[in-house]
């Protein structure tokens, strides 16, 4: 999509992150799964456990009420409180 790399976290055109896909474990230049930093993103764990409540990290081998629990108490209230706040 034409972006030129300039920096480290820069503004990108397009940004897909690959969370997992189907628990397949690869590192190379140009892909790492599941994502290096899932398991520390709050806004990453809360949308798993909706989807998928028995979903486990295919690396660490712990699921996701775990990885939650293991996150600071700063991101566990800022997510939740998105979500009281939201109206749907």
Not at 31 to 59: C, G, M, Q, S
Not at 60 to 83: A, F, M
Request: aromatic share 4%; glycine share 2%.
């Amino acid at each position: 999509l034409g972006r030129v790399k300039s920096k480290k976290n820069a503004p990108r055109t397009l940004d897909i992150d690959v969370i997992d896909f189907n628990s397949l474990i690869i590192k190379n230049k140009s892909l790492e799964l599941p994502h290096p930093r899932a398991h520390n993103r709050n806004f990453v764990l809360y949308p798993i456990k909706e989807i998928d409540p028995n979903w486990t990290h295919p690396l660490l081998k712990i699921n996701v009420d775990k990885l939650i629990s293991q996150l600071g108490q700063k991101p566990r209230i800022e997510i939740t409180r998105l979500s009281k706040s939201v109206i749907i």
